[in-house]
C-alpha cells in the first residue's frame, strides 16, 4: 500500500466551486490546445489531464497531466493549494509527505522520480521565496547529491532561504530507510518537484491577463473577443470534468471549441494539414470544370438537390457514370465552410503508408480529430478505383473519424463514385466493418437549359446534340469537352451515323484524335501502357522513371491536350474516362492475339471492368451482330474459368 492520506472519494476532494483550481487546470489545458510545455522547455506539450486521481493511486491527486514520450508519458501529479501554503519559506508538510509516498511506494501509478514530475501549484509567492525555490530546484536537477552535501554543512553555496526550503523536503520519519546509503537524501527527490505559483484569487489577476494573452495567440485574428471566449470555455469544463475523475484531451479542447471561435491548427499538426491543403489544392485543380477552355455549366438544378441533401445528412455520395461532372460539381460548389479538402480515396491509403509527397506525421484519422473548425467539409472521390479489404478499413477508418453521428461533430463528407462501383464500394465499407448510410445524390448526363448552353456556345457539336440516339453518348460533360477540344485541335468530329455508342466514340478518339497529326501510334501506346500498367498494380500514378526517354518525350503532348498529368515526378491520367478507354484498347488486343490468361486474370480486377464491358460493345457493333455475340460469348466463357475461381466474367 502507498502510504499517505486516506483515499477520498472524487467528488468529496473535488468539489464544486474551487475556482483557483478551475483557472489553474484550465491554464495547463491552453498548453494541450498550443503543443508547448507549462514546466521545463526540454518537454513536449502536454496531451491528457486527469482530474482527482487519488483513486488511481495517485497521492498528489488534483491533476495528473501526461507528455508524450518514447515509451511511456512523462507524468507531472499536481497538488493545487489556493491558500498561503508556503510560510516562512517552507513546503506544506502533506506535500511533502505525498511526494516521499509516491517516490518510495509508487504502487499501481508507476511514478519514477528520475523521469516524472511532483508539482504544487499554489497562490503567488513572494519575489525572496520564489527565488529561493527556483534557485534549489535549478541546483538539484544539475547536481541532487552535491545539494545535499552544501547544505548539510551550511556552506556558503546556500544561502538560509535554499537551506530553509530544501530542508522542509527532509524525508519524512515514518519513511525513512536504513539502506541502501544515500535512500533518504532530498536531492534526489527535489529533482522532482516543481513549484508553479498564480495570482488567480486577485481581482486583477496578472496570471489571468497572461492566460487571455495566452488565448489571444491561439485564435485566429488574434482578436480579444474569442480569446475571452476560449477562457471561458476552458473554465467551465474544468469545472464540469473536476468533480467527476474526468479527463481532457486536444479532441476534447478542439470538440469543446468547435464552433464558438476559430482556432490556429495544434503545431504538431500543422504540418499535416499544410501538407493535406497542398494536395486537396492540387486536386481542385486537376479537376476541370469547364468544357472547352471557358464554358462553365450552372447545372443549377443539381446543385440544389446537393444543397437539399447536405442540410438533411452529414454523409452524401455523389454517384453517377463516368465523365457527368461528378467531381466538377462538388469543385464548383461555393461551401460557406470554415474548411474543405477534396482527396482521391487513393490519397489517404498513400497517407496511411507513408508515402511519398502525401506523408504525414501522424495517421489521417488521428489529423481529423485535431481539425479546428467548427464547419469542415472533406470529400473523398474516386472511391470506385478501391479494390483491396485493407484499403475500405483505412476509409472506414477515417469516415469513423468524422464522428458524423455526433451533433458536436464539425464535419461533413461528400463521396464520389461511379454508379457501376456503388454496391461494391459499400460491400467494402461493410467488409470494413463500417455500416454505411449515405444520402445519395444521382448525377446524370446534361439536359435542358445546360445542354442548350454547351449548342449555343458550340456550333460544332451541335448537330450531334440534336440527334435523339446519340444523346446517350455525347450528353456527358468531359464527353462534350473532349469533341469541344478536338475542334479546337482541327479534329473532324465523328461522323453521327456510326456513332452509336461509346465503342464508337472510343473508336473515333484513337484513330482521329489520338493517333493524328502531330501524334501517332507512339501516343497510342503509351497510353495504353500506363493505363494497364496502373490497373495491374492499383495505383493511380506511374513514376517518370519507369517511362523510357522516348515515351517520356510523348508526355508533354499529351499533357498539353489534357489526357495526361505531371504531378510530383509522376505521370497520372486527368480524367478516368481517358483511363478505361486506353485500357479498352489495351483488352482488345489482349482478345485479338488470343492471350486468354491475360484476360481472364484481368477480369478479376474491378479496375478493368469497365474496358472489359466497353468492349463488350465494340463486339456488339460489328457489322455481323451475330458472330460479334458469339465472339462476347466466347470471351466470357473465358473470362469465368472455375479453376480460376472468379465468377467476374460472369458478372460483367
Known amino acids: 500500500m502507498v502510504m499517505g492520506r486516506k483515499t477520498s472519494p472524487p467528488k468529496a476532494s473535488g468539489g464544486g466551486g474551487f475556482n483557483f483550481e478551475d483557472k489553474v487546470a484550465a491554464w495547463w489545458m491552453l498548453h494541450i490546445l498550443a503543443g508547448r510545455p507549462p514546466l521545463d522547455s526540454s518537454l513536449p506539450g502536454p496531451s491528457r489531464i486527469r482530474f482527482q486521481a487519488r483513486v488511481d493511486g495517485w497521492l498528489l491527486d488534483d491533476l495528473v497531466v501526461d507528455f508524450p514520450a518514447t515509451g511511456r508519458p512523462i507524468r507531472a501529479a499536481v497538488s493545487v493549494k489556493s491558500g498561503e501554503v508556503i510560510v516562512a519559506g517552507k513546503a506544506p508538510g502533506d506535500f511533502v509527505m505525498d511526494c516521499w509516498s509516491l517516490c518510495r511506494k509508487p504502487g499501481t501509478t508507476g511514478f519514477n522520480a528520475s523521469r516524472d514530475m511532483l508539482v504544487l501549484a499554489t497562490r503567488r509567492l513572494a519575489k525572496t521565496t520564489r527565488r529561493a525555490i527556483d534557485d534549489a530546484l535549478a541546483r538539484a536537477v544539475a547536481s541532487p547529491l552535491e ?72 485564435v485566429e485574428g488574434h482578436r480579444a473577443a474569442e480569446a475571452r471566449i476560449v477562457w471561458r470555455e476552458l473554465n ?119 508515402a511519398g509527397f502525401e506523408r504525414l506525421d501522424h495517421r489521417f484519422d488521428e489529423l481529423l480529430a485535431t481539425q479546428p473548425s467548427g464547419d469542415a467539409v472533406l470529400v473523398l472521390d474516386r472511391l470506385d478505383r478501391l479494390t483491396e479489404l485493407d484499403d475500405f478499413k483505412i476509409v472506414a477508418r477515417t469516415i469513423e473519424a468524422l464522428r458524423l453521428e455526433s451533433p458536436d461533430s464539425g464535419w461533413r ?54 440527334r435523339e440516339e446519340l444523346r446517350p453518348v455525347v450528353t456527358r460533360p468531359k464527353v462534350l469537352d473532349l469533341l469541344v477540344g478536338a475542334v479546337s485541335e482541327g479534329v473532324s ?75 510530383n515526378q509522376t505521370v497520372r491520367f486527368r480524367h478516368d474516362l481517358y483511363a478505361d478507354y486506353a485500357r479498352q484498347r489495351y483488352v482488345l488486343g489482349q482478345w485479338e492475339s488470343g492471350d486468354r490468361a491475360g484476360l481472364r486474370s484481368r477480369a478479376a480486377n474491378p479496375l478493368w471492368h469497365r474496358a472489359i464491358r466497353l468492349l463488350a460493345l465494340h463486339y456488339m457493333e460489328q457489322p455481323d451482330t451475330a458472330a460479334s455475340i458469339a465472339e462476347w460469348r466466347k470471351m466470357l466463357g473465358a473470362m469465368s474459368d472455375d479453376a480460376l475461381g472468379s465468377n467476374a466474367g460472369a458478372d460483367l
Not at 463500417?434 to 460544332?460: H, M
Not at 501517332?520 to 495504353?528: A, E
Open 413 to 466: 463528407l461528400i463521396l464520389i463514385c461511379q454508379h457501376a462501383a456503388w454496391d461494391d464500394v459499400t460491400d467494402g465499407l461493410r467488409a470494413a466493418g463500417f455500416s454505411p448510410n449515405f444520402t445519395v445524390v444521382p448525377v446524370g448526363r446534361l439536359e435542358g437549359s445546360d445542354l442548350r448552353l454547351v449548342a449555343d456556345e458550340n456550333s460544332s457539336v451541335a448537330s450531334l446534340l440534336e
Open 493 to 567: 468530329l465523328p461522323d453521327p451515323a456510326p456513332l452509336a455508342s461509346e465503342a464508337s466514340l472510343i473508336e473515333w478518339f484513337w484513330s482521329h484524335y489520338i493517333c493524328i497529326g502531330q501524334r501517332d501510334r507512339r501516343h497510342g501506346l503509351l497510353l495504353t501502357k500506363v493505363a494497364g500498367r496502373q490497373a495491374d498494380e492499383r495505383r493511380p500514378a506511374t513514376p517518370l522513371v519507369e517511362l523510357t526517354s522516348d515515351e517520356a518525350a510523348l508526355v508533354p503532348e499529351l499533357e498539353r491536350l489534357g489526357i495526361l498529368l505531371i504531378r
Open 236 to 354: 467551465e469544463l474544468a469545472k464540469e470534468r473536476r468533480p467527476n475523475s474526468g479527463t481532457i484531451t486536444l479532441a476534447d479542447l478542439l470538440e469543446r471549441l468547435r464552433g464558438k471561435v476559430r482556432l490556429k491548427a495544434h503545431p504538431d499538426y500543422a504540418g499535416d494539414w499544410q501538407r493535406v491543403e497542398k494536395l486537396s489544392a492540387a486536386r481542385k485543380q486537376d479537376t476541370k470544370d469547364t468544357i472547352g477552355p471557358r464554358l462553365h455549366l450552372p447545372r443549377a438544378e443539381l446543385q440544389r438537390e446537393l444543397s437539399d441533401a447536405l442540410e438533411k445528412s452529414r454523409a452524401v455520395a455523389i454517384i453517377g457514370e463516368s465523365g457527368t461532372g461528378k467531381s466538377a460539381l462538388v469543385k464548383d460548389r461555393s461551401f460557406s465552410t470554415e474548411a474543405f479538402y477534396c482527396l482521391d480515396a487513393s490519397d489517404i491509403v498513400r497517407m496511411e503508408g507513408g
Open 147 to 218: 545539494l545535499d552535501k552544501r547544505v548539510a554543512r551550511r556552506d556558503k553555496w546556500c544561502g538560509e532561504p535554499l537551506r530553509k526550503f530544501v530542508r522542509s523536503f527532509k524525508c519524512p520519519r515514518g519513511l525513512r530507510k536504513q539502506r541502501p546509503k544515500g535512500a533518504n537524501l532530498t536531492g534526489p527527490l527535489l529533482r522532482a518537484v516543481r513549484i508553479c505559483d498564480y495570482d488567480f484569487e486577485k481581482l486583477d489577476s496578472d496570471s489571468e491577463n497572461d492566460a487571455l494573452k495566452f488565448c489571444r495567440e491561439l
